[in-house]
């Protein structure tokens, strides 16, 4: 049996931990995350990102292989990941017990601009995320965890803030 979510002593130590570093040395927490996709066929791609290795593909209604999810299926994991991590992490730094938790990201969509069909930009039209909490908390500390964590989400803040966007290009030319 696993200890109820937000009463892991390991994961407020980290937090505190980190805190405390991070506060007393500004250059630390901070750096370049590097992801690389490379096609293998069609659009099958081969993802790395140091020890992880995933595969990410299209349906084959879409030209792909069906050999792995499609980016959208990652994307919206790492959303409903990181909500779902940072309600665990915040809850045992506040020391509110949860009996389970669960997030469900939906995402609505227009294939169309994907395809160049149509006027509007490629996109998701609107995201919403559902949290299923059970917990013997109140329901005023069960809300101040939640708004909390979604505060300082990473990946919530990719959907909520403009980020710096900038394409460069290698090309290295073969003869034919």
């Given amino acids: 049996m696993t200890a109820p979510i937000g009463t892991d002593e390991r994961i407020r130590t980290a937090v505190e931990r980190a805190r405390k570093a991070l506060s007393l040395r500004r250059s630390l927490g901070r750096g370049t995350a590097r992801t690389r996709a490379r096609i293998r066929e069609g659009v099958t791609c081969e993802v790395e990102d140091g020890r992880w290795s995933l595969v990410a593909d299209l349906p084959q209604k879409a030209g792909g292989n069906s050999e792995g999810p499609d980016p959208g299926v990652f994307g919206r994991a790492a959303l409903a990941s990181c909500l ?4 665990a992490m915040w809850a045992a730094y506040e020391g509110v017990s949860l009996t389970s ?7 609505d969509y227009d294939a169309r601009p994907e395809y160049g069909v149509g006027e509007k930009p490629p996109g ?3 995201i919403r995320w ?9 329901e005023e500390d069960i809300q101040r965890v939640l708004t909390t964590a979604e505060a300082r989400s990473p990946f919530l803040a990719l959907f909520r803030e403009p980020q710096e966007l900038r394409r460069e290009v290698v090309i290295t030319r073969q003869e034919a």
């Fill in 84 to 87: 779902a991590a940072g309600y």
């Fill in 101 to 107: 938790l669960e997030v469900e990201v939906q995402a």
């Fill in 124 to 126: 998701y039209e609107g």
């Fill in 130 to 138: 559902i949290v299923r909490v059970s917990s013997p908390a109140t």
